[in-house]
């Protein structure tokens, strides 16, 4: 059971960026902010995780409120590759049972 | 260098046959997974081996026997096959959770299952 909500769909221009929101008000303070994408046909990826501070990687930025009841996850210069479902997930910092629940996700369309 | 790959990518079958999905990882995870797609695009765990070790089983139905011959292949081994199996698997790995933490996982890029 997803412990996320996200709007089921959203849209881009290419070249700029994309915020896609998530809300998790039930998180516990040891519990993860995930995100993940999967386009069409493929696995899912990897995106980007974190707990409380702003995080960034190669591929996104993610920014987590400080109640930690909502996240944003920013690809800051969308291309048409991006386009994508955007799981945003909820996981224990330690569990001796680790799998990923996943929700319905954000459908992410890049407009040329 | 595929990281987590799987085979076959297609696999077409018909009710009542015996069929098997392989997976392996390059990577060097201790801990391997099985997820199940299905039409509406659901994404569950089924399975879950840490070390060849069982350590997640989503109540699937006992015709789907996970085999782990080495920490570095998760097989999946699907009885008799039914019409409601047809979807797509996905086989994940992540590191070692010796310590408890979470670690992201890495995803192979399914087998799409069609039972007739």
């Known amino acids: 059971d997803a412990k996320t909500t996200q709007p089921p769909s959203m849209d881009c221009a290419e070249g700029r960026a994309a915020n896609l929101p998530c809300n998790h008000s039930t998180i516990s303070g040891n519990e993860y902010v995930y995100w993940y994408r999967q386009i069409h046909s493929q696995g899912p990826q990897y995106i980007i995780h974190?707990?409380?501070n702003n995080e960034t990687n190669e591929m996104a930025s993610l920014i987590i409120t400080e109640d930690r009841k909502s996240s944003t996850l920013i690809l800051p210069h969308a291309t048409l590759r991006d386009t994508a479902v955007y799981y945003c997930?909820?996981?224990?910092?330690?569990?001796?049972?680790?799998?990923?629940?996943f929700g319905s996700g954000t459908r992410l369309s890049i407009r040329p | 260098d595929t990281a987590v790959s799987q085979t076959p990518k297609y696999l077409v079958t018909q009710m009542g046959n015996d069929k098997s999905i392989k997976c392996e990882q390059n990577?060097?995870?201790?801990?391997m997974y099985w997820y199940k797609q299905d039409s509406k695009k659901f994404l569950k765990i089924m399975f879950s081996?840490?070390?060849?070790?069982?350590?997640i089983n989503e109540t699937v139905p006992n015709r789907f026997s996970p085999k782990s011959p080495d920490k570095a292949h998760l097989n999946l081994h699907i009885n008799s096959l039914e019409l409601g199996d047809s979807a797509v698997y996905f086989c994940a790995s992540s590191r070692p959770e010796t310590s408890g933490l979470n670690y992201e996982q890495y995803f192979g890029p399914g087998t799409r299952l069609t039972v007739t």
């Open positions: 990577l060097g995870h201790d801990t």
């Open positions: 997930i909820v996981r224990p910092v330690y569990s001796s049972a680790s799998k990923i629940i």
């Open positions: 081996y840490n070390n060849k070790e069982l350590i």
């Open positions: 974190g707990l409380k």
